[in-house]
């Protein structure tokens, strides 16, 4: 693995190599971004070239060796475990920086999802941010930069991620996954390859919400409110199902106005109103929006 086989985020990849090339590496990084689109990838590959024993990029020193077999001595990493990341967690890190390299002549540790630390945990890290063991650096990874305190952002350098563009998405989907994502889909992953992904195996339900909006205005109320059998099922998914939906009136244009009731039925859902009546207000208005576009353009 290089950071050419990673997608996306160009930027980035000729930042950390020139990083490398001219050996200025930092004490500390932190690499910001909305969630799947590589920062975990990017870190663990950053890390695996700064304790490379050498220059070439065969990747069979023992170093590489260690790191591919997932045991090398001189790289950790912290993860949130019950969705927080805990100051013994630091603490256990802080005791082992202190330890010097075993394989490498550097020490590389990546906190996960930092924004996940606890206050605690927080304040406790900045501690080794501001005196870091000379042959240290450590990776933090966010997409949720503000959970952060400004002491820990000040003490690093921001390696900020891109969206990934629609057609590197649907290029890597294809070749490497040998997934075909529908134009909608691809639109609506944000620029994520995980997100990408996740669509991907929740495609029928999708489908099913496509044919809703497509059949809604030609058939009678009752059919419709049936037809959307998928949207009372999917209690769980409903914002997502939501956005979805209007990323699909919004291509196609007859249907623009419809984005209105979507929009407030968002809204009456948050407010936790009965969830079965935003549905029927949601489906009901659609229908009529269409119903009522239908009578007029058949005048
Ligand atoms: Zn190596």
Redesign the pocket.
């Known amino acids: 693995m290089s950071f050419n086989n990673i997608v996306g985020n160009e930027k980035v990849k000729t930042f950390l190599n020139k990083a490398i090339s001219e050996n200025h590496i930092l004490h500390s990084y932190l690499f910001s971004g909305i969630e799947g689109i590589g920062k975990t990838l990017f870190a663990r590959e950053f890390a695996r070239k700064l304790l490379?024993?050498?220059k070439e990029e065969n990747?069979n020193?023992l170093?590489?060796q260690k790191y591919h077999n997932h045991n090398h001595p001189d790289f950790y990493e912290i993860e949130p475990e019950n969705n927080s990341i805990k100051i013994e967690q630091i603490r256990q890190m802080q005791e082992k920086i202190l330890e010097k390299p075993i394989t490498s002549t550097k020490k590389v540790y990546l906190i996960i999802d930092s924004d996940a630390m606890t206050k605690e945990a927080q304040n406790c890290l900045l501690k080794t941010l501001e005196e870091p063991p000379e042959y240290a650096t450590i990776i933090l990874t966010t997409a949720n930069e503000s959970k952060l305190l400004n002491t820990i952002k000040s003490r690093c350098i921001k390696v900020s991620f891109e969206p990934i563009e629609e057609t590197k998405i649907e290029e890597y989907l294809k070749e490497q996954m040998q997934i075909e994502l529908a134009e909608k889909l691809i639109s609506k992953s944000e620029g994520s390859i995980s997100k990408a992904i996740k669509l991907q195996e929740e495609k029928e339900i999708y489908e099913e919400v496509d044919e809703l909006i497509e059949k809604i205005g030609k058939q009678d109320k009752i059919t419709a409110l049936k037809q959307a059998k998928i949207l009372y099922e999917q209690k769980e998914k409903i914002q997502e199902i939501l956005e979805y939906i209007n990323v699909v009136l919004y291509h196609t244009k007859e249907k623009w106005n419809c984005i209105q009731y979507v929009e407030q039925t968002k809204k009456r859902l948050l407010a936790s109103s009965n969830y079965d009546m935003c549905i029927d207000y949601l489906v009901m208005n659609m229908w009529e929006e269409m119903n009522e576009k239908y009578s007029r353009s058949s005048i």
Request: glycine content about 0%; hydrophobic content about 15%; proline content about 0%.
């Open positions: 490379c024993l050498e990747e020193c170093s590489c």
